[in-house]
């Protein structure tokens, strides 16, 4: 089945404890991205990748990592995580490297089911 | 960036009901996704419409890119249609814009 595959789906953790949310697709997709959803704040892009080797950041990135060493993988890493990451993580991607070019086929983003990551 | 606006913002259906959702937005644009985000958090493809119009059993949708909106239509609305529905546009540098959403609940 094609899909986009995160991990944990639910992690507590505690302040400066490192942390990696894993994100894994089968579709062969170029590009790679993550979000994450607060409340009133809607969906921010943290990190995006357009290929292997190659990440950009987003709206959001002060306190990400992310990598981008093989095609199917994009981990985000948390390396010292804070209070105010305490959110919904969503990773998403497309068989185009450019998201929303082409048909469907290619340019639909898609997204997986979500991380929700609460830091004390 | 652009600025994606979606209205209602709320919305409270009986089942069986019809509605409109609507999304704006500031600029042209290379594309544009509605989504459904069900509630246990998980966000659905619905649509994928640079222009013109889809449809896929109870849902269609309608973007007129020249005038800068999208239109999401629910018909014969049922209880599992509750969530918040997204719009997402792919600016021309290819960055992907969130509405804040509509939230539809549907009552029995």
């Known amino acids: 089945e094609a899909q986009v595959t995160q991990n944990p789906r639910y992690l507590i953790t505690v302040t400066g404890k490192k942390l990696t949310v894993t994100c894994s697709q089968n579709?062969?997709?170029?590009?790679m991205s993550w979000y994450r959803q607060d409340p009133g704040l809607g969906l921010r892009q943290i990190y995006y990748s357009m290929n292997v080797e190659a990440t950009d950041k987003g709206d959001v990135p002060e306190g990400y990592k992310v990598s981008r060493k093989e095609k199917r993988n994009f981990p985000l890493i948390l390396e010292s995580p804070s209070p105010n990451q305490t959110s919904l993580y969503f990773c998403?991607?497309?068989?185009?490297?450019?998201?929303?070019?082409?048909?469907?086929?290619?340019?639909?983003?898609?997204f997986g089911e979500g991380s929700r990551l609460t830091v004390l | 960036g652009i600025q994606v606006e979606q209205s209602p913002p709320d919305l409270i259906l009986q089942e069986g009901a019809n509605s409109t959702l609507r999304c704006n937005f500031s600029?042209?644009?290379?594309?544009l996704q509605w989504f459904h985000q069900n509630p246990w958090g998980q966000l659905i493809n619905l649509f994928y419409?640079?222009?013109g119009t889809k449809q896929n059993g109870r849902l269609s949708a309608t973007t007129v890119a020249t005038e800068r909106y999208s239109l999401l239509y629910i018909s014969s609305s049922q209880t599992t249609d509750s969530g918040v529905y997204f719009c997402?546009?792919?600016?021309?540098?290819?960055?992907?814009?969130f509405g804040a959403g509509t939230t539809v609940t549907v009552r029995a």
């Open positions: 419409i640079p222009s």
């Open positions: 998403a991607s497309s068989l185009s490297s450019f998201p929303g070019q082409g048909p469907s086929d290619t340019g639909e983003l898609f």
């Open positions: 997402a546009v792919v600016s021309n540098d290819y960055k992907l814009s």
């Open positions: 600029d042209s644009v290379n594309n």
């Open positions: 579709m062969n997709h170029e590009y």
